[in-house]
């Protein structure tokens, strides 16, 4: 008789093993094998819930996205207009160890979109851009759309740009950079 596996709590395990890997060794590690082996178990116990490598990443990167709903939630609070549109801003330009992390893995998941396209996550990227435009409206920005476009280009450059240049892109740059679109974007 099969064993009865909660697929919900397998694939966050898995993200959970998936995590720990990529913290040690590094994103470029992530392999099926490698995850199996930290869970314990046969790659099988993988493979059965998350089939490639690129589905291994875009299953932890999904399973930090209701992490980073509630984190962006409690970071803008009752936060309204320019002040609401800063606060997304920032918080989408976080160097917390975790969000590097998710970077690396982000990009690697990326660097396979050409052999896996249904492997990489496109909702995150159009939840940050929906994220991007409530806040431009709420700041009454003339062209929202324009800038959630640019605000979304300027966020996902600053995570390549953040990990080729690491000691360039710091957070104070960036935030002087962010803080000098945003303001050029809202009519204070």
Do not use: C
């Not at 909702?123 to 929906?130: F, M, N, V």
């Not at 996902?156 to 945003?182: D, F, L």
């Amino acid at each position: 008789m099969p064993i009865d596996v909660d697929e919900v709590q397998r694939r966050k395990a898995i993200a959970q093993a998936t995590l720990a890997v990529a913290a040690r060794d590094g994103a470029h590690a992530i392999t099926i094998r490698a995850v199996a082996k930290e869970l314990g178990g046969s790659t099988a116990m993988v493979t059965n819930y998350v089939p490639t490598r690129t589905a291994l990443i875009t299953n932890a990167v999904r399973a930090a996205e209701s992490r980073w709903r509630a984190d962006l939630e409690s970071r803008v609070g009752d936060r309204t207009g320019a002040d609401r549109l800063r606060a997304t801003v920032e918080w989408h330009l976080s160097t917390e160890p975790e969000d590097l992390l998710l970077r690396t893995m982000w990009v690697e998941m990326l660097s396979a979109a050409h052999v896996d396209p249904a492997g990489v996550d496109r909702q995150e990227p159009r939840e940050s851009r929906r994220e991007f435009l409530d806040a431009a409206l709420a700041a009454g920005v003339p062209d929202a759309a324009l800038a959630a476009d640019i605000l979304s280009l300027l966020t996902r450059g600053y995570y390549v740009s953040s990990m080729e240049e690491p000691g360039y892109w710091t957070a104070e740059r960036a935030a002087r950079v962010a803080k000098a679109v945003v303001d050029a974007l809202v009519d204070d």
